[in-house]
């Protein structure tokens, strides 16, 4: 795996600069499925499948879909043979010459796009050369992403230590198609969380990830680097301590002063502590900034280690980073 980092941009007003910066982390190698099958002379095969999760990988409880168009081309351009995946998204294309080099078209309703591109997942334009039964594609609708079941999550602050206001709700979510007469549903508590700000679903394990920020007047639970962990049990969320940054091998600073209280807790904010943090497409890995000392540090979302814990340094001089947007393969940064 091979990591970059470059400038994206910057632009000063006044004594302030805001940067983006670009990291490319992974790239994809073509959907290779060939363990699963043999593949038959004169045949080129595959399946289309519902990627629910947009992860490119075709997981057991994705289904197959029905009533894709699949084309064979040859180099001259000329169709050799259609196919329409079956209940199961399964295709076959026979007839064909072993060793003949095909281009693979699909067609789909205008509600379905290609999911992201991964193992399993290849775009709506292939090429392959006969005999070949790996070809996959994986397609994802609004629906999958965003319906009336999908909750908006955020984080709401509360006065006071942990201890003074333990029951009030720092992670709450709303029904996408909320009104004003709809009830906020509370994911996490003060007592658990104490001050987070940056958050992170991991839509497989329904996990929610949190980090905690420095802010004045709103306590923190299990300290400045700390990240919690909101499990859903089947009938409700319970929180706990994830993982720390310190107890990761990472340099992370002590706050001064620690009573949220003092006027002077609030000059450390900004300046000590975490950032955003967000997921990777495929949920294997949390991404979340130092701010302590300006890197964007991954953590595997199961079982860290100091071992398996990265940090990258964000480039800049006099600049604290914070916000984070994952998108195309890259994490923009965003610092003041």
């Known amino acids: 795996m091979k990591n970059s980092i470059s400038q994206w941009s910057r632009v000063s007003t006044r004594n302030y600069y805001y940067v983006a910066i670009a990291f490319v982390f992974a790239l994809f190698t073509k959907a290779d499925m060939s363990a699963q099958c043999i593949p038959a002379d004169g045949t080129i095969q595959g399946i289309v499948f519902s990627d ?4 490119g990988v075709k997981d057991a409880d994705e289904i197959g879909l029905s009533g894709v168009l699949v084309r064979v081309h040859g180099s001259d351009g000329s169709e050799l043979g259609t196919s329409t995946t079956d209940n199961h998204g399964a295709f076959a294309i ?89 009830p906020a549903r509370k994911f996490a508590m003060h007592g658990e969380t104490g ?51 310190g107890d990761l091998g990472q340099s992370v600073g002590t706050l001064s002063i620690t009573d949220v209280a003092d006027c002077d807790y609030g000059k450390q904010v900004g300046k000590i502590g975490l950032g955003a943090i967000v997921i990777s497409p495929d949920e294997k890995f949390l991404y979340v900034v130092n701010i302590y000392n300006n890197t964007l540090v991954r953590i595997p979302t199961v079982n860290p280690t100091a071992a398996n814990t990265v940090a990258y340094q964000i480039p800049g001089t006099d600049i604290h980073a914070f916000a984070l947007k994952y998108h195309n393969d890259k994490i923009y940064v965003g610092t003041t």
């Open 52 to 55: 629910v999760n947009n992860d």
């Open 94 to 182: 026979s007839g064909l010459i072993n060793g003949q080099k095909v281009r693979i078209l699909f067609s789909y309703s205008n509600e379905l796009y290609p999911s992201r591109f991964g193992k399993d997942n290849a775009t709506s334009v292939q090429f392959a050369t006969v005999p070949q039964c790996n070809i996959g594609l994986g397609l994802i609708s609004d629906a999958d992403l965003c319906n009336s079941k999908t909750e908006i999550l955020t984080t709401c602050f509360v006065q006071g230590t942990v201890t003074e206001r333990p029951n009030m709700p720092t992670i709450v979510g709303i029904p996408y198609g909320f009104n004003s007469a709809t």
């Open 195 to 245: 001050s987070i700000w940056g958050l992170a679903y991991k839509s497989r394990t329904k996990e929610i990830f949190s980090s905690a920020l420095v802010k004045q007047y709103s306590g923190l639970k299990a300290g400045h680097d700390a990240i919690f962990k909101s499990t859903f049990n089947g009938t409700m969320y319970v929180t706990s301590l994830y993982t720390r940054l």
